[in-house]
């Protein structure tokens, strides 16, 4: 039945509301029925339910696999709120594998907006990040030459398909305390493209994350691009209290968790199955 929200929508985006709704309630890797039964179901041309198909197959929820069907998504990766993860660490608490595959590692020069005094000789370390062996985002880390030496980091280093570099700081004796992140959606590029295996048309989520020591040191800086369909973002947002306004609630450390879905905030990312 259609909701108020699709009551005038076209009659495929009816019936992709009606399968987002079933969804929910299914176990990942549930097998949906076929096309050919969805139309006798819905009493539409198989043209219509291919479309909704393909409209769930975009928003991530479901993969549709040549020759076995179509299927319900892995949920996406949850960061608990206020915490600062690594890649590797979101992943790994999931129970997925992380790797990634070394596309770059040398000098390179200042680029607007980093917190670097001027002059200060910069290393890049770019990267292919996959989960399970699919490649789902792009990480360029800018370092200043004279961390890279502290820390020991080599090419060989960094081309183990498992190093985490927040890993590589802790085993060095520095611990990453803070960091800002701004994230914006838009296009990919025709090279972001073809390293996240997108359609033309497909869109990236870019984050930019400048990482700080305890004492201010700047640790990393990284402008990443995801897979949007594997990226999305909630976060709590509480009104702040006026004098006066008896009915503002004021923050306090025994709030209770973030009144977002499931009780996250933060970035999410996944799901893992491949689409393609």
């Known amino acids: 039945m259609p909701t108020p929200r699709t009551l005038h929508a076209p009659r495929y985006l009816q019936i992709a509301d009606d399968l987002r709704r079933r969804i929910v309630s299914l176990e990942p890797g549930t097998r949906l029925a076929s096309e050919p039964q969805l139309a006798k179901e819905f009493a539409v041309s198989r043209f219509t339910v291919t479309r909704a198909v393909e409209q769930l197959a975009e ?10 069907g179509t299927f319900v998504c892995q949920p996406p990766l949850r960061r608990a709120p206020g915490y600062l993860l690594s890649f590797t660490e979101a992943v790994e608490a999931a129970g997925r594998t992380a790797s990634h595959r070394l596309l770059a590692f040398g ?19 770019d990267r292919l990040r996959l989960v399970d062996g699919i490649a789902v985002a792009r990480h360029r880390s800018v ?13 060989d280093v960094a081309a183990d398909p498992g190093f985490s570099l927040y ?6 004796g520095l611990s ?29 989520v870019a984050v930019t994350r400048h ?42 450390d025994n709030d209770p968790q973030p009144l977002v879905r499931d009780g996250h905030s933060g970035p999410r990312l996944g799901p893992w199955d491949d689409q393609r």
């Not at 928003?59 to 076995?68: A, D, F, P």
């Open 107 to 125: 000098e390179t020069g200042s680029e607007p907006g980093l917190p670097y005094p001027a002059g200060t000789p910069l290393m890049l370390l």
């Open 167 to 172: 890993r590589h700081f802790e085993d060095r």
């Open 143 to 155: 370092l200043s030459k004279a961390l890279i030496e502290r820390i020991d980091l080599t090419p």
């Open 211 to 252: 990482s700080f020591a305890a004492d201010g040191t700047v640790l990393d800086c990284v402008d990443a691009i995801y897979d949007a369909r594997r990226y999305s973002y909630e976060a709590r947002l509480v009104r702040p209290h006026r004098p006066g306004n008896s009915h503002a609630r004021k923050e306090t």
């Open 176 to 204: 990453v305390h803070s960091a800002a992140e701004r994230l914006f959606a838009r296009p990919a590029t025709a090279e972001e493209r073809r390293l996240l295996g997108l359609a033309r048309g497909g869109v990236v």
């Open 59 to 68: 928003e991530g929820l479901i993969t549709r696999r040549q020759g076995s």
